[in-house]
T-cell receptor, first 114, second 112 residues
Framework: AQSVSQHNHHVILSEAASLELGCNYS??????LFWYVQYPGQHLQLLLK??????LVKGIKGFEAEFIKSKFSFNLRKPSVQWSDTAEYFC????????????FGTGTLLAVQP | DVKVTQSSRYLVKRTGEKVFLECVQD?????MFWYRQDPGLGLRLIYF???????EKGDIPEGYSVSREKKERFSLILESASTNQTSMYLC???????????FGPGTRLTVT
């Protein structure tokens, strides 16, 4: 079965530190990749997505992610985090022919200290 | 803006009760989904629907059923609630393509 792994379960950073959250998936064929964010008390919302083309994708609020097919990875990055980035981050994948079924990772809780 | 609404933010029910969770989307999306979110487990798909009256089981359908009588509305039913169904329930919708899913605010269900 397809799976998504997020190895960092809980990350604590100081403001202005750089962020990289790992995401690996198990499916070898065509994939669509997503990062969602859930701010405290708010809906899950889309941060960025990769369908095809440039493997470096930019999302909202200064986030970016790089799709590396050979490593089955889609890591999320931000050069300088802010206190307002405190949230839970979820990586998700749809594999080819899966009729829109998103497979989610277990999430990474990011706490940014002012 | 796409809007997905859920009937309750918080719900407390007793063991054995029948529970209905309602979800409505206003963007004419074909697909609708029910997930449960538990700490350390991420989101797990319970059921989804790609058309009116159509449904497919997700990864954890046991103890749940769904109903989609109208395109905009997708209901999750707990036939006989149990304490292990205490969780946050999220509804989502999407078009057939692109696959981006839009989420509702969630219903935090406590079964005592």
């Amino acid at each position: 079965a397809q799976s998504v792994s997020q190895h960092n379960h809980h990350v604590i950073l100081s403001e202005a530190a750089s962020l990289e959250l790992g995401c690996n998936y198990s499916y070898g064929g065509t994939v669509n990749l997503f990062w969602y964010v859930q701010y405290p008390g708010q809906h899950l919302q889309l941060l960025l997505k990769y369908f095809s083309g440039d493997p470096l994708v930019k999302g909202i609020k200064g986030f970016e992610a790089e799709f590396i097919k050979s490593k089955f990875s889609f890591n999320l990055r931000k050069p300088s985090v802010q206190w307002s980035d405190t949230a839970e981050y979820f990586c998700a994948v749809i594999s080819g022919g899966a009729t829109n079924k998103l497979i989610f990772g277990t999430g990474t809780l990011l706490a940014v200290q002012p | 803006d796409v809007k997905v609404t859920q009937s309750s933010r918080y719900l407390v029910k007793r063991t054995g009760e029948k529970v209905f969770l309602e979800c409505v989307q206003d963007m004419d999306h074909e697909n609708m989904f029910w997930y449960r979110q538990d700490p350390g487990l991420g989101l797990r798909l319970i059921y989804f629907s790609y058309d009116v009256k159509m449904k497919e089981k997700g990864d954890i359908p046991e103890g749940y059923s769904v109903s989609r009588e109208k395109k905009e509305r997708f209901s999750l039913i707990l036939e006989s609630a149990s304490t292990n169904q205490t969780s946050m329930y999220l509804c989502a919708s999407s078009r057939q393509e692109p696959y981006e899913q839009y989420f509702g605010p969630g219903t935090r269900l406590t079964v005592t």
